[in-house]
């Protein structure tokens, strides 16, 4: 048997190879990708996002069970961005993952490479579409952190939950607005702790305006995530935003508008890795580095006659 | 006089207009900063950034005012990636730079264009050159947030100095790492609250792999700088980083590393600028997309073909 075959058989070892590949980017990413693409399309992506400390992994870990328990085929993929330094977080997840991974249903992958940015937002959505040919029904995408990466990973889900916590304070302060701009559904977890109402009631109060404009739901579910509390309320809501994504016209809108994304970060991904294989491959680098810092020219005269030369 | 005569003339309105011209990417942008390239490499620019309530704002105004007490000229930009959608961070920077910007020597920039993630750290190593070129002499860059921009304006800066607080905790362990990459300088600010020693000697602890590795000191402050404690041994640890950086062969590695940093991140926008202006216009990615929508072809072709069509 292939391996392509293997993976086509249900073989996790086979999947897990290849969204090795993937990562990897080997010279035969492309053709499998374009391979496995006619089977895609059929899962629903789920992002997980939220500051630190927030409770995303024990939301999944929820949501996960839940999935289990109505038959589902159930995708994990874990994206930490600053990862390569280990921190904390990282060690914790890894132990959780021992104890999901002797589920046969679920599959959980670590993602935790820092490269460019562009790049770990698009390896994911990639490894989405793997799991997704693989026959994964459900693909929670956990992002830890709360930078551009997560605005990223969010953009290729389907549908995007955002969990925030009363004592986050000042780091949520800062960055409300673009987690509101991606949320289709809030959580506060951890709703027994003080200022938990104040917090529903700030993030109902910006949701206002969005709920105008797009006229429909954006629920605020309080949860506390590690007494089950308010789990299923978010299932639920989940399988409403589902539902709504499937119907009318937003089936075809929605369908297009992730085949736009898709589109526009692997054009712009690939573009970018001839660019530097090329015109700036490390040998070519090194001699501008060396002109400039002789005086002769200057990186803006050097960027438009290369894309000139282009032509 | 021509505009950019009135800017070589030490016209401060004329300094914002070109900054705006920068950000907003006019045609003549390129033409304008390949003008003012020779005229740059005098200023040392230093970046200061750390999670949101560590106090960065406190710290560059304090380094700000010794600096002008040195008779030095000083231009702030302030990073915030999140900005328009406004958080409460940016209030207090709007009334604390009105207080600021009274005094002649200092003019101060707040960008705050969320557009792509490697946009907004490119054009913040702009706006640095157009300061540099402007003849401030020192270029305090502060960014609110930890995400991967902030370590994006890091690597644009000559100096980066990250303050961390006791109480930072979960958001700390899960960004450590990466601020430990890169940081030159770390400060522990609001070291009078409890969990300052422990946290300065994990820094320390962290930082002596480093020290091993490149052979050189990497301080760690204890501050207060609200107090104005501290804020002298940091400008001294500045100080020495920067005759570091000007002795021996120092002095040629560390131009050649920003020109390196400047060529890449020049072309790369440029080009993806080009990418989408002509080879994924809206028009053609809209066709694409129904392409695709209609079960004709996939992304991963798409863009072999779009890069062979090129050659």
Redesign the interface.
């Known amino acids: 048997m292939s391996h392509l075959e293997r993976f086509y058989s249900g073989d996790p070892v086979a999947l897990a190879r290849l969204i090795t590949h993937v990562e990897n980017r080997g010279p035969e990413t ?2 499998i ?2 391979q496995l ?2 089977r895609t399309g059929k899962a629903l992506s789920i992002g997980i996002t939220g ?3 927030s409770g995303k992994s024990t939301v999944v870990d929820k949501l996960c069970a839940l999935y289990l328990g109505r038959g589902k085929k159930v995708g994990i993929i874990a994206v930490d ?2 990862s ?6 990282l060690l914790g997840d890894r132990i959780r993952m021992q104890d999901l991974a002797l589920n046969d249903g679920v599959f959980i992958r670590s993602m935790a490479t ?1 490269g ?3 790049g770990l937002a698009l390896t994911t959505t990639e490894v989405i579409k793997v799991l997704d040919a693989f026959g994964k029904d459900i693909i929670l995408v956990e992002t ?6 997560e605005l990223d990973v969010a953009e290729a889900c389907d549908i995007t939950v955002v969990i925030l916590v009363p004592e986050s ?3 949520i ?6 987690l ?2 991606i949320a289709d559904i809030f959580v506060v977890n951890k709703a027994d702790r003080e200022g938990a109402p104040r917090i529903a009631s700030e993030i109902n109060m910006m949701l206002d305006l969005k709920r105008e404009k797009c006229r429909r739901e954006f629920p605020v579910v309080m949860a506390q995530a590690v007494n089950n509390v308010g789990i299923d309320e978010l299932l639920g809501r989940i399988d409403s935003e589902a539902e709504r994504l499937k119907s009318g016209d937003n089936f ?1 809108k929605h ?2 508008k992730m ?2 994304y ?3 970060k ?7 890795n ?2 530097l294989d090329e ?2 491959s490390r040998e070519k ?1 090194d001699d ?3 002109k ?2 002789a ?1 002769q020219g ?7 006659e ?2 000139n030369d ?1 032509k």
Do not use: C, W
């Open positions: 492309d053709r990708l374009a693409y006619p500051p630190p400390g961005p600053t390569p330094f280990t921190g904390g977080a820092r460019s940015t562009g830890v952190g709360v930078g551009q990466v304070g000042d780091s302060q800062a960055m409300k607005a673009g509101m701009e075809e369908r297009k085949i736009r898709d589109i526009l692997t054009v712009e991904h690939r573009f970018r001839r660019l015109i700036l680098l501008f580095v060396e400039i810092f005086g200057n990186p803006y005269d050097l960027a438009r290369l894309i282009l």
